[in-house]
């Protein structure tokens, strides 16, 4: 039954993905603001409206009329980001500048010229697919994403295939000790490695603070930072107000020799504030759908099980 669900799965979407494509590209954007409406009315009666409200509540200082306009613009922007998700094969060299601008793209050319390899970190936030078609088609980019492999392996073979037409390689974070030889080789290519980092850390090996919040930050780019000197550089995708897309970079951040696990903590910490910062100026391309706060107590403000173990603990209180 999941197999032939699965096939079903895929058939839709790369049905869906034709027919959005053969379109143009603001019919196509205008049919997914009339589905994102009838969704967010359909919500109402589901329990994802209570997801997605209570998510910004626990996140943002809003008050509840707040945090219904928040979760009202999240479905528009995600069925917008969706479309053109699915939309992906049309893209191409002649057209990607008229779907895409880049800002300060000054930081991404100071990193490069490290020739040290780019450790680019980024959150589930905007159309974060198309942040890598992006990077390859208008960079020339060469890169790597290490992922997390999707529970559907319908979703997987779709991103998959997306990300392979342009170049992008995937990595699966279940691969262990072995899948990491390819990623420490890339770097030395001076070669990109993209993490999407606001997720819980499974390995629960490092916490800080976001939104207020202690959790568990995915310290990867930072390991990988410390071994191999790379420089870290956050990127991130929004949509702007002509209904295009631009790539925002920030100034790489570096890792230095020392107490390696403070090292490891501070530089996750400082991550995660610039994605928080991101985050609240435009909130309604975060991922609410995803419960971040579910690995916390229900006061918010403790990791049940395993803050205790947490050797750096005392960096919590430093950063509140």
Known sequence: MNKYFETLTTNFFNLLSNFLSFLPRSVALFLGRVFARFVYYLSKFTPYRQILTQNIRITL?????????????????????????????????????????????????????????????????????????????????????????????????????????????THYNSDGIKGLRPLFRSLENNECLGFLIDQHGESEDTFGRFFGKVVSIPSGPAHFAYRTKAPILPAFIRKNKNNKHEVVFFPPIHIIEGDKEKEIYKVSQQLYRVIERFIKNKPDEWLWLYERWNKLSIDGQEIVNSIENFKNKEFLNENK
């Open 61 to 169: 200082p809003l008050s509840e009329k707040g945090c219904m306009q928040v979760a009202k613009k999240h479905v528009m922007s995600l069925s917008e980001n969706i479309v053109d998700l699915l939309r992906i094969p049309k893209i191409s060299n002649e057209n990607i500048d008229q779907i895409v601008d880049f800002i300060d793209l000054e930081y991404y050319y100071q990193a490069l010229s490290e020739n040290k390899g780019i450790i680019m970190i980024s959150a589930h936030y905007g159309c974060w697919e198309l942040l890598g078609v992006a990077l390859s088609l208008k960079l020339d980019v060469k890169l790597n994403v290490l992922v997390q492999k999707p529970t559907n392996s319908a979703f997987d073979r779709l991103f998959f295939r997306y990300r392979e037409m342009f170049n992008i390689k």
